[in-house]
């Protein structure tokens, strides 16, 4: 079992830059994917960003692309998503998963699920 804790969430102004970051319970990180999901108000959550066991592989949806980056460091039990050239629109609450083995877009896929972190992002 996983438990999951996300930290960094803030108010920021349009254009500016956030890390989040994501810290991992548990001596079996390095075996689970993560995953960065959001969810706006009334919206369902939205894919951001995973990455896979070994950090060797990232995905992004492309509404981020280019704009954000996911990373791990599995000695430090944490993964983290660099935010920059922030929009209004991606402004939601952040949620970090994990899963074993393979990353997904996919929320239902995931096992695990932080409390969330909340970004807003003002014009």
């Known amino acids: 079992q996983v438990h999951l804790v996300e930290s960094g969430g803030r108010l920021v102004q349009a254009g500016g830059s956030l890390r989040l970051s994501c810290a991992a319970s548990?001596?079996?990180?390095?075996?689970?994917?993560m995953g960065w999901f959001r969810q706006a108000p009334g919206k369902e959550y939205d894919f951001v960003a995973a990455?896979?066991?070994?950090?060797?592989?990232?995905d992004s949806s492309d509404s981020v692309k280019g704009r954000f980056t996911i990373s791990r460091d599995n000695a430090k039990n944490t993964v983290y998503l660099q935010m920059n050239s922030l929009k209004p629109e991606d402004t939601a609450v952040y949620y970090c998963a994990a899963r074993p083995y393979s990353s997904s877009w996919y929320a239902n896929d995931y096992d695990y699920w932080g409390q969330g972190t909340q970004v807003t992002v003002s014009s």
């Open positions: 990455i896979s066991r070994s950090g060797a592989n990232t």
């Open positions: 548990g001596r079996s990180f390095g075996t689970y994917a």
